[in-house]
């Protein structure tokens, strides 16, 4: 019975080994970016160790620039945003998701997207949380994500929030490729087909959609 078993298991690794993706492409003659969409909590932990209570989004980006100067690139240049129910996020720092200081994010009462602490009409800044309840994702239909600090009690580094900061996408100017994951806060389940990713920044203005 035991000699049956092993190559099922095989097997069910291998359909694992090839699962496929979401993915989108856009390229013009100044940029291509290949993207890569993980809604799903079970592939999230699988990337990054935790499911963050199915509170992000994880989408893996490589920025090739195909002009003859550097390309300026930012993790501020992207958001990401829902057909089915108009949420939007601009992506989270790693320090924002785990570790001392992070932000602990939860179903709001009322009102749509997501917030930091508990006042949703408190200042914002292109989408990133400000101080006493910054808005860093934009409102759907039903409830929203409330976003809270844990505090800055934790002394050792996260291990959670070191491979974070490993896996995600580089800054600064490049002529290479550049490849790595963001991170986007939504409310609820979303499905890759009603994902857009959105860029805006020095090569132009345009969405990237996801398909299997």
């Not at 309840?133 to 934009?138: A, D, E, N, Q, S």
Request: aromatic share 8%; charged share 25%; net charge positive.
């Amino acid at each position: 019975m035991r000699l049956k078993l092993v190559p099922l298991a095989l097997a069910v690794g291998l359909l694992a080994a090839e699962k496929k993706f979401p993915a989108g492409v856009y390229e013009d003659d100044r940029i291509q970016i290949k993207a890569t969409v993980y809604p799903d909590r079970a592939d999230i932990k699988r990337l990054l160790g935790s499911d963050f209570d199915g509170a992000i989004i994880v989408v893996d980006l490589t920025v090739t620039p195909l002009g003859e100067e550097p390309l300026d690139i930012q993790r501020e240049q992207f958001q990401l945003f829902s057909t089915r129910d108009a949420q939007r996020s601009p992506p989270f720092h790693p320090a924002q998701l785990a570790g001392r200081g992070a932000l602990v994010l939860g179903q709001a009462p009322g009102g749509g997207g997501t917030y930091v602490g508990n006042n949703p009409t408190g200042p914002r800044l292109g989408g990133i949380p400000l101080g006493n309840g910054g808005m860093v994702g934009g409102g759907g239909a039903g409830g929203g994500t409330t976003v809270e600090s844990k505090g800055m009690t934790d002394t050792k580094e996260d291990p959670v929030l070191k491979v974070l900061k490993e896996k995600v996408l580089p800054e600064g100017k490049s002529l290479q490729p550049v490849s790595g994951l963001l991170y986007f806060g939504f409310d609820g389940k979303q499905k890759a087909k009603d994902l857009e990713l959105f860029y805006r920044g020095p090569a132009g203005k345009f969405a990237v959609r996801f398909k299997n």
